[in-house]
């Protein structure tokens, strides 16, 4: 099983700063099946990035994704205050199928 | 409307079985992939199960197999875990999420809004 490592676990920050979230595989994961997600509360999570490094559909261009083998990076520019939610981390080429532990970006 | 729509959840005793039906409509059903995963009370997302687009494979977490099976009904658009033996450790809300391709290895595209089962005596 391949096992994700998000950092930090939590980062306090204010709108308008920057944000950079780290997720760490225990084994070489392949570009593309490596997936990121948001989550608010009270909801599901929704789709953010695929294939590393690909918006989804509708998600604006101050997220972004990169990073390759065991290290991947999911980078905020200029926080808006919906983007305050917790974010997942995803492998989705080897099974079981896992997620990160989460990080969770909270208003400063 | 592009949606997926769980029911079926509830209050259980351990050792009971329930079974969960997730709704879709908006798209072929029939070309997906889908899955299941969960989220224990104040945890992160676990993933279940994954049923391929034409219900010949299925596969499941460790912590399910052998209780748990997906199950589909591509000309009704719904897909079904019957979770069986069930744990106080099953307590979550489940989640039917859409592959973007019919087979298991795909990103998960689509959520529903999921379906709060708890295990307690």
């Known amino acids: 099983e391949i096992v994700l490592t998000q950092s930090p676990g939590t980062l306090s920050l204010s709108p308008g700063e920057g944000a950079t979230l780290s997720c760490r595989a225990s084994q070489s994961v392949s570009t593309g099946y490596f997936a990121w997600y948001q989550q608010k509360p009270g909801q599901a999570p929704r789709l953010l990035i695929y294939?590393?490094?690909s918006r989804a559909t509708g998600i604006p261009d101050r997220f972004s994704g990169s990073g390759s083998g065991t290290d991947f990076t999911l980078t905020i520019t200029r926080l808006e205050p919906e983007d305050f939610a917790v974010y997942y981390c995803q492998q989705h080429g080897s099974s079981p199928i896992t997620f990160g532990q989460g990080t969770r970006l909270d208003l400063k | 409307q592009v949606q997926l729509v769980e029911s079926g959840g509830g209050v259980v005793q351990p050792g009971t079985s329930l079974r969960l039906s997730c709704a879709a409509s908006?798209?072929?059903?029939?070309?997906?992939?889908l899955h299941w995963v969960r989220q224990a009370p104040g945890r992160g997302l676990e993933w279940v199960a994954v049923?391929?687009?034409?219900?010949?494979?299925?596969y499941y977490a460790d912590s399910v197999k052998g209780r748990f099976t997906v199950s589909r009904d591509n000309s009704n658009s719904t897909l079904f875990l019957q979770m069986n033996t069930l744990r106080g450790v099953d307590t979550a809300v489940y989640y039917c999420?859409?592959?973007?391709?019919?087979?298991?290895?795909?990103?998960?595209?689509?959520w529903g809004r999921g379906a709060r089962v708890t295990v307690s005596s």
């Open positions: 294939a590393s490094s």
């Open positions: 908006g798209f072929t059903f029939s070309h997906y992939g």
């Open positions: 049923i391929t687009y034409d219900g010949r494979n299925d």
């Open positions: 999420v859409k592959s973007y391709i019919g087979g298991y290895r795909g990103y998960f595209d689509l």
